[in-house]
C-alpha cells in the first residue's frame, strides 16, 4: 500500500474522550475513527488488523471441524421471549427496533436464540450429532458504559461458536478442543504469556464456565492467581467452597487487573430446552440437544494487543497480526528509486512512504503505526547497497544487504 494515495492522515490529537494509551495511538495513527462513545470505523490498516485476528481464529477453529457461517443482525422478539430474554428487566443490553409494518425487532446481541431455533430444521436425530458452527458478526449490546475504546464497544465485532451434542461425552470432549484450540489462537496473537483460562461461574447448568483473561493494567476485570498461575480465577468464584474446591488458599492468591479476551459455556439444555430442539437418540426417544457456546471478542483483542505492546511512541504489532510486515522508505533520488524497486511485487507486505514529507515525519509515522519492521534505502546505504532494517519492538538497528531484502 502506499501512503501518498491513501486517505489515511496521522493526527496529532486523539478524540478527547480516549484515556488509554493503545486507543489514542488507534485513533491516532488511523486505524479506527471514532463515531460515537463505543461505535467505531475500521480504516484500511485496522480492518487489516482485524481480517488477521480473524484468519488466526478461522484457521483454527475450522480445525477443530467447526464450519463458518453468518447470521443475521434483526431478531425475532417471539425467540427471546420463549427464552425469558427479551425483557429488559432481564436482558438490559437490547437496542430495539420499531417495523413500520408494526411490531418489533431486537439488534442482536448475541446469537444462541436464533442459532437454536435454526438447527430444529437441521437436526433430527442422533446421527446428525455433533457438530459445532461459527460466525463473525457485529453485535449490538447498549453498554451503561463505553469508555475503553475499542474494547468495550456498543457495536463490535465477535466470533461466537455454538457446539450441538447428543451425549456429555461428546460435548466435553469438543469443550476440550475448544480449550486447546483458544490457546493456540491467544498464542498465535501474541497474547500467549499474558493470557490465562480462568475460573468463572457457569450460571445453573453447569459448575464452571472458562474466561480467557488478558492481563493488562486497562482491563475491566479482576482475577487471581497464584504463584506458577496453575490456579487461576475471576471475582465471581472467589468464594469459600470454590477456593477449596480448587485447593488454595485466599491468601496464596495475588490479583491483577484484566481484560476478557474470550469464554467458553456448557450450556446443557439452557436454549434447546424452551426452543425446543430436540433429536432422536439411539433409544427411540426425544431429547433436548446438549449445546455449548464459545466466544471471542475480535475487535476487543485488538484494542487488548493494541494497549498491551504500545510504547511511548506508538503502537507495536506482533508480527502475526501486523498490517503491514514492513514500513519503506526511501531517502535521496537514488534511495526513492530504489525503494520504488523493492515494492513492486510486494504491496502486500509493504507500507511504503512515498509522501513528499520529511525523513523525520516518516519515521515518526512509522513508529506511531508500529509497522514491525522499518527498512530506509538512502543514497548513502545504497553506496555500500546496502539499507537500514529497524525492529519497532527493539529499536534495535541493523545493515542488510539491498539483495537480503
Ligand atoms: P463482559 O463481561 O466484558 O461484558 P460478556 O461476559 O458480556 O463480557 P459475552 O457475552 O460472553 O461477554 O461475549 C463474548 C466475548 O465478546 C467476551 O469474552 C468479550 O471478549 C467480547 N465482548 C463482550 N462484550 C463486548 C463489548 N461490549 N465490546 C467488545 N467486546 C465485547
Ligand atoms: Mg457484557
Same mark, same amino acid.
Given at each position: 500500500?502506499?501512503?501518498?494515495?491513501?486517505? @489515511?492522515?496521522?493526527?496529532?490529537?486523539?478524540?478527547?474522550?480516549?484515556?488509554?494509551?493503545?486507543?489514542?495511538?488507534?485513533?491516532?495513527?488511523?486505524?479506527?475513527?471514532?463515531?460515537?462513545?463505543?461505535?467505531?470505523?475500521?480504516?484500511?490498516?485496522?480492518?487489516?488488523?482485524?481480517?488477521?485476528?480473524?484468519?488466526?481464529?478461522?484457521?483454527?477453529?475450522?480445525?477443530?471441524?467447526?464450519?463458518?457461517?453468518?447470521?443475521?443482525?434483526?431478531?425475532?422478539?417471539?425467540?427471546?421471549?420463549?427464552?425469558?430474554?427479551?425483557?429488559?428487566?432481564?436482558?438490559?443490553?437490547?437496542?430495539?427496533?420499531?417495523?413500520?409494518?408494526?411490531?418489533?425487532?431486537?439488534?442482536?446481541?448475541?446469537?444462541?436464540?436464533?442459532?437454536?431455533?435454526?438447527?430444529?430444521?437441521?437436526?433430527?436425530?442422533?446421527?446428525?450429532?455433533?457438530?459445532?458452527?461459527?460466525?463473525?458478526?457485529?453485535?449490538?449490546?447498549?453498554?451503561?458504559?463505553?469508555?475503553?475504546?475499542?474494547?468495550?464497544?456498543?457495536?463490535?465485532?465477535?466470533?461466537?461458536?455454538?457446539?450441538?451434542?447428543?451425549?456429555?461425552?461428546?460435548?466435553?470432549?469438543?469443550?476440550?478442543?475448544?480449550?486447546?484450540?483458544?490457546?493456540?489462537?491467544?498464542?498465535?496473537?501474541?497474547?500467549?504469556?499474558?493470557?490465562?483460562?480462568?475460573?468463572?461461574?457457569?450460571?445453573?447448568?453447569?459448575?464452571?464456565?472458562?474466561?480467557?483473561?488478558?492481563?493488562?493494567?486497562?482491563?475491566?476485570?479482576?482475577?487471581?492467581?497464584?504463584?506458577?498461575?496453575?490456579?487461576?480465577?475471576?471475582?465471581?468464584?472467589?468464594?469459600?467452597?470454590?477456593?477449596?474446591?480448587?485447593?488454595?488458599?485466599?491468601?496464596?492468591?495475588?490479583?491483577?487487573?484484566?481484560?476478557?479476551?474470550?469464554?467458553?459455556?456448557?450450556?446443557?439444555?439452557?436454549?434447546?430446552?424452551?426452543?425446543?430442539?430436540?433429536?432422536?437418540?439411539?433409544?427411540?426417544?426425544?431429547?433436548?440437544?446438549?449445546?455449548?457456546?464459545?466466544?471471542?471478542?475480535?475487535?476487543?483483542?485488538?484494542?487488548?494487543?493494541?494497549?498491551?505492546?504500545?510504547?511511548?511512541?506508538?503502537?507495536?504489532?506482533?508480527?502475526?497480526?501486523?498490517?503491514?510486515?514492513?514500513?519503506?522508505?526511501?531517502?535521496?533520488?537514488?534511495?526513492?528509486?530504489?525503494?520504488?524497486?523493492?515494492?513492486?511485487?510486494?504491496?502486500?507486505?509493504?507500507?511504503?512512504?512515498?509522501?513528499?514529507?520529511?525523513?523525520?515525519?516518516?519515521?515518526?509515522?512509522?513508529?506511531?503505526?508500529? @509497522?514491525?519492521?522499518?527498512?530506509?534505502?538512502?543514497?548513502?546505504?545504497?553506496?555500500?547497497?546496502?539499507?537500514?532494517?529497524?525492529?519497532?519492538?527493539?529499536?534495535?538497528?541493523?545493515?542488510?544487504?539491498?539483495?537480503?531484502?
Amino acid at each position: 500500500m502506499r501512503l501518498k494515495q491513501s486517505f @489515511i492522515k496521522t493526527l496529532r490529537d486523539a478524540p478527547k474522550e480516549e484515556t488509554a494509551r493503545g486507543a489514542k495511538f488507534l485513533s491516532r495513527a488511523g486505524y479506527v475513527h471514532k463515531e460515537l462513545a463505543g461505535v467505531y470505523d475500521y480504516l484500511p490498516l485496522g480492518l487489516r488488523v482485524l481480517e488477521n485476528i480473524k484468519k488466526i481464529i478461522r484457521e483454527e477453529l475450522n480445525r477443530i471441524g467447526g464450519q463458518e457461517i453468518l447470521m443475521t443482525t434483526l431478531q425475532n422478539p417471539e425467540l427471546w421471549k420463549k427464552t425469558d430474554r427479551w425483557d429488559i428487566e432481564k436482558m438490559d443490553i437490547w437496542f430495539r427496533t420499531e417495523l413500520a409494518a408494526g411490531g418489533e425487532l431486537g439488534l442482536a446481541p448475541t446469537h444462541e436464540e436464533p442459532i437454536t431455533e435454526m438447527m430444529k430444521t437441521y437436526i433430527k436425530s442422533y446421527k446428525d450429532l455433533p457438530f459445532s458452527a461459527y460466525q463473525f458478526q457485529t453485535k449490538f449490546r447498549n453498554e451503561l458504559r463505553a469508555k475503553s475504546g475499542i474494547m468495550r464497544g456498543r457495536e463490535f465485532l465477535m466470533k461466537d461458536m455454538y457446539s450441538f451434542s447428543s451425549n456429555q461425552a461428546d460435548h466435553d470432549e469438543f469443550y476440550h478442543q475448544v480449550e486447546d484450540a483458544y490457546k493456540r489462537i491467544y498464542e498465535r496473537l501474541g497474547l500467549g504469556d499474558c493470557t490465562y483460562q480462568t475460573f468463572a461461574s457457569g450460571g445453573v447448568f453447569s459448575k464452571y464456565s472458562h474466561e480467557f483473561q488478558t492481563i493488562i493494567e486497562v482491563g475491566e476485570d479482576t482475577i487471581y492467581y497464584n504463584a506458577d498461575k496453575s490456579v487461576v480465577l475471576n471475582e465471581e468464584v472467589l468464594i469459600p467452597e470454590v477456593l477449596e474446591e480448587l485447593g488454595v488458599k485466599r491468601e496464596e492468591l495475588e490479583s491483577a487487573r484484566a481484560a476478557e479476551v474470550g469464554n467458553i459455556f456448557t450450556l446443557k439444555d439452557k436454549y434447546s430446552a424452551p426452543l425446543n430442539l430436540e433429536f432422536m437418540d439411539q433409544d427411540g426417544q426425544q431429547k433436548p440437544v446438549l449445546m455449548g457456546c464459545y466466544g471471542i471478542g475480535v475487535s476487543r483483542v485488538m484494542g487488548v494487543i493494541a494497549e498491551k505492546f504500545a510504547d511511548e511512541k506508538g503502537l507495536v504489532w506482533p508480527e502475526n497480526v501486523a498490517p503491514f510486515k514492513y514500513y519503506l522508505i526511501g531517502i535521496g533520488e537514488a534511495g526513492l528509486s530504489k525503494a520504488e524497486e523493492l515494492y513492486q511485487g510486494r504491496e502486500e507486505e509493504i507500507l511504503f512512504d512515498d509522501r513528499d514529507l520529511r525523513p523525520g515525519e516518516k519515521f515518526a509515522d512509522s513508529e506511531l503505526m508500529g @509497522i514491525p519492521y522499518r527498512i530506509v534505502v538512502s543514497d548513502k546505504t545504497l553506496a555500500n547497497g546496502q539499507a537500514e532494517l529497524t525492529n519497532r519492538a527493539t529499536h534495535e538497528t541493523t545493515l542488510i544487504s539491498i539483495d537480503q531484502i
